[in-house]
Nanobody
Framework: QVQLVESGGGLVQAGGSLRLSCAAS????????VGWFRQAPGKERELAAS????????GYADSVKGRFTISRDNAKNTVYLQMNSLKPEDTAVYYC?????????????????WGQGTQVTVSS
């Protein structure tokens, strides 16, 4: 019953920006922390950013810190990932996922529901 749908991916030149959205349904959205993961070809899926259920606490991978901003609008059941100063290394499929916890989690196994992913390609 829980569904997460990502959107906003696409092709962008290095230095450009994209905003990803994750629309949720089927659960009490504000109760659960959400993460944005990414998976590049041939690489393991990794956590790029996470946010607590309340939205008051956020965390970022070192590789994206200062460039990406995660936020949420619980009234709209949506989580966002604003990506600025994009680099070719950011090219990946981006997934949103939700935990059964209200506080942030850092491990892949702690996330229970996943979206289908949206492709982000950054050209050099």
């Amino acid at each position: 019953q829980v569904q997460l749908v990502e959107s906003g991916g696409g092709l962008v030149q290095a230095g450009g920006s994209l905003r990803l959205s994750c629309a949720a349904s089927g659960h009490t959205f504000s109760s659960f922390a959400v993460g944005w993961f990414r998976q590049a070809p041939g690489k393991e899926r990794e956590l790029a950013a996470s946010i607590s259920g309340s939205g008051r606490t956020t965390g970022y991978a070192d590789s994206v810190k200062g460039r990406f901003t995660i936020s949420r609008d619980n009234a709209k059941n949506t989580v966002y990932l604003q990506m600025n100063s994009l680099k070719p290394e950011d090219t990946a499929v981006y997934y949103c996922a939700t935990t059964k916890y209200g506080t942030m989690r850092t491990d892949l196994y702690q996330y229970d529901y996943w979206g289908q992913g949206t492709q982000v390609t950054v050209s050099s």
